[in-house]
Each structure stands twice: as C-alpha cells, then as structure tokens.
C-alpha cells in the first residue's frame, strides 16, 4: 500500500530507514536524487518552486560523480541559499512517477540555526518555513508527508 499519492499521480510507495552506506549500495539503484527535510525554530522550510507553481522541500537530482550528501547541501543552497548547521541521513525513499518509472532517492533531515537571506532563482520564487498549519497554497502532498519523518540527529 503506497505511502502518499500527490495530485500528479506521482506515488512514495515506501521508505527505508538504513545508513547512507547502505543506500549507496547496487541493490538500491536508480537512485536519483536527495531530499532535504530542514527547519529551523519557525518550521519546516519550504520552497516555491516557480516550475511546478506549488511549494515543496529543497532538492533535486544528482550530478555526475556527486554523492547523496553532496546533492542535498547543493540543492538546499542552490534553491533557499539556506546552509544547514546540521545534516544527517533519514533513509530512503521508493517512489513510482506517474511516468511509470521506479526510482529512488536520499532523505535527509537538516536543522538551520542561522536563516540566511533568501535570494530568489529560476527555480525558486520564494521560501518559507512552514509552520504545517498556516495556509500558504497547495503544497504538493508527497513532500507535506515527508514532514513527518523528520526526527532530530
């Protein structure tokens, strides 16, 4: 039974609590990108993104010779300039697209003690951190459950 659907069609179908070693291993493949779960005292950051018009966390695929770890702070800097003063590995995310692919991807859980400033970018319009409660628009419903398993270091 999947774990959320989104209005897309797109499924988390399952989530593996293992080491960032384990992750990387062959059995695991395709693994694609990394997700950052962050928040700082305010709540859970989350990021316009402009593309897809609806929030969402930080994140995005993997470069060529890039690791999980190395991704996620990429993308979390990339997206809200935001650095986090701590980061850890959550698991792993199956998820099936509603282009009929199965790939897989790194969670990660970080915590931000100093908010930098936003700076806006082709990919994001604005940040947020989040309260789970305040209405600010459709915020895509796989990364609203994701939220939910964020557990301090």
Request: with cysteine; aromatic share 14%; charged share 30%.
């Amino acid at each position: 039974m999947p774990i959320c659907v989104n209005r897309y069609g797109d499924v988390l179908e399952d989530f593996f609590e293992i080491s960032e070693e384990e992750a990387v291993q062959e059995k695991w493949f395709p693994i694609t990108h990394a997700l950052v779960v962050a928040k700082n005292r305010d709540g859970y950051l989350f990021m316009f993104n402009r593309w897809k018009n609806h929030w969402e966390v930080a994140g995005g695929m993997l470069e060529e010779g890039e690791s999980l770890r190395q991704c996620a702070l990429r993308e979390l800097l990339e997206e809200t300039n935001q650095i986090p003063s701590r980061m850890w590995f959550r698991g792993l995310m199956k998820f099936h697209l509603r282009n009929g692919k199965t790939e897989y991807g790194g969670l990660f859980c970080a915590y931000i003690d100093e908010t930098r400033p936003f700076q806006s970018n082709e990919e994001a319009g604005e940040i947020v951190f989040w309260d789970g409660k305040e209405e600010i628009g459709y915020v895509d419903e796989i990364d609203r459950t994701l939220i939910r398993y964020y557990l301090e270091e």
